[in-house]
């Protein structure tokens, strides 16, 4: 009896007369009711809010809107009100500016709902973009006369990135693997040893694997089918481990260096208890015991194997410890197109040689004004002869809206910049051809750069693909310190997390 009546209830006020909603479409320019003297106008708004709002336009193709909602000031003015318009200026790469105009399908008969509490409405629209600044302003219609002040209600907005749990649906979130769960886990096996379990995204076949105290403890690169798939790998360990941070690197097609990065944790791992026949007869127990001695024997040996190992290696470590410490950086002279993404390649190859290899990098790009003192062709010879290694840099990773300078800046870096690597390339041909010389050069292609290139000469010298050959290049460079100074053995270590 109670729900029939609590219904019917529910049904009256859904149909009461009085009610206003809203009607919204676009409105870009001035309102209609601006041209015209109004007397009297409703007053402003009293709150604004943004939040997102997901729709589904179809299975699995989201779109990312804004969720405007406003509340009605209780006053008298009300009675006034005819529509509320709201505008949108995005602050992104370009501005854009768009404005709608939500009309109240009544006139409002009360200051607050016959339920009690203010108006509030809210629309649902403006595509949202990752990461974006947005400023929201609202007025109420009809507004103030042409040169009276107009009430308006604004706020900012900052759109979150591709971690957020509404954002993470957006079609460019989802390539860098927003929605992947790759599920780590990861224990300690024991004091060398840490097992990781990740599951691998149909996105991608390559990832780095990290495992972090304060600094990298230990590496590993996975590669696999692009397909969902429950990965296992043991990674060696230099230190404590219990509690390290795992973080997995991947590197789709569409987000190269910069896809999204997770992270797990590494826990003991369960003891793995062996069932011991205790209860049963001596048969059974005769039966294990050749295994048992076997077994022990073989474990003595490689103990004393291992203590022997040991002992070798302190040896012939030890006395190389200070001279690692003082080696000599490596001068590595980078060129590369003038037209690859300067902050996405250049730099973090930069980073790479310098955190990893004991790298000094000498750039074009932060010599500008010494180029423009000596000249290119003097400034090239220079530093060719000073460099230890140089290193053509390659990359199809071209896009004009990422350049940016990684530290360094020498001289005004708007100076129209001359291309180098052609004028480089050309001077240092000579030198291909010639045996002495061209242990010098190295090509590393960045992000699948291919051979489909205008400098065929450079097939001579190693080439190197990152990130598939980070080890092999870091091998490479540790040669120029053999070379020059004898046991110069660490001089790549292996915490290459840009990666
Ligand atoms: C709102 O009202 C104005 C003025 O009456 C009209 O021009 C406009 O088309 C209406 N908009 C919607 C979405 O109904
Ligand atoms: C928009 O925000 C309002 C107020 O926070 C909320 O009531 C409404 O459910 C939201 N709409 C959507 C589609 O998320
Ligand atoms: C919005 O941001 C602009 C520029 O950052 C600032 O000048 C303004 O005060 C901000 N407004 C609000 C309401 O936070
Ligand atoms: C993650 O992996 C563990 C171990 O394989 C499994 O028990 C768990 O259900 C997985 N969680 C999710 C969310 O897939
Ligand atoms: C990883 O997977 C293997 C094989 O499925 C399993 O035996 C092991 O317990 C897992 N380890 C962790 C840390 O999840
Ligand atoms: C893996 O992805 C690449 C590029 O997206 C595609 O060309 C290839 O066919 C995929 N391989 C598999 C096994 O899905």
Known sequence: MLLVLLSLAALCRSTTPGEPTIQCGSENGPSPEWMIQHNLTPGDLRDLQVGLAKTSVATE??????????????????????????????KNNFQSYTCVRCNYTEAFQSQ??????KWTFSYVGFPVELSTLYFIGAHNIPNANMNEDSPSLSVNFTSPGCLDHIMKYKKKCIKAGSLWDPNITACKKNEKMVEVNFTTSPLGKTYMVLIQQNSVIGYSQVFEQNKTKRTSIAIQVTGESEGAVIQVTPYFPTCGTDCIRRKGTVVLCPKTVVPFPLDN????????????LSLLLVATTVLVFGIYLMWRHEKIENPSLPTTMLLPLIKVLVVHPSEICFHHTVCYFTEFLQNNCRSEVILEKWQKKKIAEMGPVQWLT??????????????????????DTCGHTEGAPTENSQDLFPLAFNLFCSDLSSQTHLHKYMVVYFRGADHRDNYSALHVCPKFHLMKDATALQTQLLRVTHATVGKGLQACHSSYSFL
Do not use: E, H
Request: some cysteine; aromatic content about 6%.
């Open 61 to 90: 193709d989201y779109s990312i809107l804004m969720n405007i909602s406003w509340m009605l000031r209780a006053d008298a003015s009300i009675r006034l009100l005819k529509a509320t318009k709201i505008c949108v200026t995005g």
């Open 112 to 117: 607050t709902r016959p339920s009690g509490g």
């Open 281 to 292: 007869n001596r048969s059974v127990l005769g039966g294990w015991l050749p295994l048992l």
């Open 382 to 403: 220079t530093q060719k002869k000073a460099a230890d290694k140089v290193i053509f840099l390659l990359s199809n990773d071209v896009n004009t809206m990422c350049d």
